[in-house]
């Protein structure tokens, strides 16, 4: 993580966002990139789910507390933000197996 603007956190991959918190009112805003037909179903499914705090609402959610949104929720919304912007890298910068990495990080961060 970086300081990306006044009051705001990012974190890139290869120079590409895919994590931005901020916290406004004391309320920690989290929010990060996904694919535009999971913004539309996370965002009926999950009350702490929102399109984009200040981003495209088509590509980006922004994450508030509340008591659907537990750890486990938010971390797999992160790494597959990550997932995302890492499969769009040119191939020498990607890993060399991309689904076996993939794979491999969701069950370490989600067991």
């Not at 009112?25 to 990139?33: C, N, P, Q």
């Not at 499914?45 to 929720?73: C, M, S």
């Not at 020498?92 to 990495?101: K, N, Q």
């Amino acid at each position: 993580m970086y300081d990306f603007a006044r009051g705001w956190e990012a974190a890139r991959v290869h120079g590409k966002w895919f994590m931005l918190a901020t916290v406004r009112d004391e309320t920690r805003l989290v929010s990060m990139k996904a694919h535009p037909d999971d913004v539309q179903a996370l965002t009926h499914e999950f009350a702490a789910v929102q399109p984009g705090y200040h981003l495209n609402k088509r590509h980006w959610i922004t994450v508030l507390p509340n008591a659907d949104a537990d750890e486990r929720l938010v971390t797999a919304l992160v790494l597959e933000s990550y997932l995302a912007v890492v499969a769009k890298l040119p191939k020498r910068d990607r890993p060399a197996d991309l689904g076996a990495f993939a794979s491999s990080l969701r069950a370490e961060l989600l067991e």
